[in-house]
Nanobody, 123 residues
Framework: QVQLVESGGGLVQAGGSARLSCAAS????????MYWYRQAPGKQRELVAG???????NCADAVKGRFTISRDNAKNMVSLQMNSLKPEDTAVYYC?????????????????WGQGTQVTVSS
């Protein structure tokens, strides 16, 4: 069983900052890429940023220069530092990770998701 638990978020004023964190736990053999997605009301879920195990990152154009993704491999954690927040950043933010689990009988790879955390940016 693998769990991803997000923390952070909440209500932030426009121009402010917030930091989201996500910790993976369970019977984890290895974690490859990690991600942050978001879903605003009435819109599809979209990729915000991704980071490889080696630390290479990519960000959506809408957040480039404002958001930074990072990870701590030793702690199985991924974070998203969000600066210069705008009302259009309001969404539920989800972390996701490509995780390999291993037990006596099988090796399994899959993408696991957190439960989501609300970020609301007021104007």
């Amino acid at each position: 069983q693998v769990q991803l638990v997000e923390s952070g978020g909440g209500l932030v004023q426009a121009g402010g900052s917030a930091r989201l964190s996500c910790a993976a736990s369970g019977k984890i053999f290895s974690i490859n890429d990690m991600y942050w997605y978001r879903q605003a009301p009435g819109k599809q879920r979209e990729l915000v940023a991704g980071i490889t195990r080696g630390g290479s990152t990519n960000c959506a154009d809408a957040v480039k220069g404002r958001f930074t993704i990072s990870r701590d491999n030793a702690k199985n954690m991924v974070s998203l530092q969000m600066n210069s927040l705008k009302p259009e950043d309001t969404a539920v933010y989800y972390c996701a990770a490509d995780i390999t689990t291993m037990n006596v009988t099988a090796i399994t790879r899959g993408r696991y998701w957190g439960q989501g955390t609300q970020v609301t940016v007021s104007s």
